[in-house]
């Protein structure tokens, strides 16, 4: 079965610090995708990054890094350099195809991140 | 952004009356889901929709169900409400044919007391 563990529940760092939001995830499929959204304290939830199975290419985006480790079924995001604006809840997300059509999304539980300044 | 609303976006009722939360997309998206939020549980599941009438459920279905007549709407009923399902509900959809990263609406927070 699906699972996604997200081990960190709260991180509190100081502005300008490097942070890595931990994400380990278990999966019987070949055929899968990893997800990274973003729910700051206004509530709504932003899609961040998307990975698939065979790409284990770590992505940069600005202060964000993404590493995909499929021998560890892992998919660790790390912000560089934090500012307050990072502060937010991250979950971390794997989904799979379904018979039905589409596909199921499992999230983690979700880390809070709060970044002082 | 996706075009993604929740009808109502705050709700207080009773136990043992019935609820049902509207999301419409303008989109046209074929595949929409329910999500429910609560504290040191992420995001979860309830039911998911593949296409108009075809529906399946989630991990955490019981108490929950819903309907598409048209792909613009996903219905979420609570047949009668109880205290545990007090929680935000989000509902989603997913992007481009093929690429299935989900797109959120702002969510309902629902009080049952």
């Known amino acids: 079965a699906q699972k996604v563990t997200q081990a960190q529940t709260e991180i509190s760092v100081v502005e300008k610090e490097d942070v890595t939001l931990d994400c380990v995830y278990e999966t019987r499929d070949t055929t899968y995708y990893l997800f990274w959204y973003k729910q700051p304290p206004s509530g709504e939830l932003v899609f961040l990054i998307r990975?698939?199975?065979?790409?284990?290419q770590n992505e940069i985006s600005g202060r964000y890094s993404w590493n995909f480790q499929k021998s560890t079924s892992s998919f660790n995001f790390t912000i560089t350099a934090s500012q307050v604006v990072d502060s937010a809840v991250y979950f971390c997300a794997l989904s799979e195809s379904v018979n039905t059509g589409g596909f199921k999304t499992i999230f983690g539980a979700g880390t809070r991140l709060f970044v002082k300044a | 952004d996706a075009g993604i609303t929740q009808s109502p976006r705050h709700k207080v009722t009773e136990t043992g009356t019935p609820v049902t939360l509207r999301c419409h997309q303008t989109e046209n998206h074929r595949y929409m889901y329910w999500y429910r939020q609560d504290p040191g549980h992420g995001l979860r599941l309830i039911h998911y929709s593949y296409g108009v009438k075809d529906t399946d459920k989630g991990e955490v279905s019981d108490g929950y169900s819903v309907s598409r007549s048209k792909t613009e709407d996903f219905l979420l009923t609570l047949e009668s409400a109880t205290s545990s399902q007090t929680s935000v509900y989000f509902c989603?959809?997913?992007?481009?044919?093929?690429?299935?990263?989900?797109?959120f609406g702002p969510g309902t927070r629902l009080t049952v007391l």
């Open positions: 989603a959809i997913s992007g481009r044919e093929g690429y299935n990263e989900q797109f």
């Open positions: 990975r698939n199975s065979f790409d284990e």
